[in-house]
């Protein structure tokens, strides 16, 4: 059974930092495309990291520079590094992955990040 469960968010003053966790269970980092995405409010969830099962990873451009994803594929774990944290970075942060046939989406229950101004 995949379980996602994220840690880390907090409020935190504009242009602070912030290290998001994902525990994962159920699944092989290694082969999996894992995300981050992330919901505030009145707004579309939208895609803000993602690291492929080959290490790889990719951005959102509101991101980029100031975010990193990373993984411990001994701890089954997957991180957000968040740096220059800005007041519209402020949502809940979801960890994410697809797998199972027929194929499906799975979630972590999310974490609060606030940046303050």
């Known amino acids: 059974q995949v379980q996602l469960v994220e840690s880390g968010g907090s409020l935190v003053q504009a242009g602070g930092s912030l290290r998001l966790s994902c525990a994962t269970s159920g699944i092989i980092l290694s082969i999996k495309i894992m995300d981050w995405y992330r919901q505030a409010p009145g707004k579309q969830r939208e895609l803000v990291a993602a690291?492929?099962?080959?290490?790889?990873?990719n951005y959102a451009d509101a991101v980029k520079g100031r975010f990193t994803m990373s993984r411990d594929t001994a701890k089954n774990t997957v991180y957000l590094q968040m740096n220059n944290l800005k007041p519209e970075d402020t949502a809940v942060y979801y960890c994410h992955t697809t797998g199972g046939s027929p194929r499906r989406h799975y979630w972590g229950q999310g974490t609060q990040v606030t940046v303050s101004s």
């Open positions: 690291v492929t099962g080959g290490g790889n990873t």
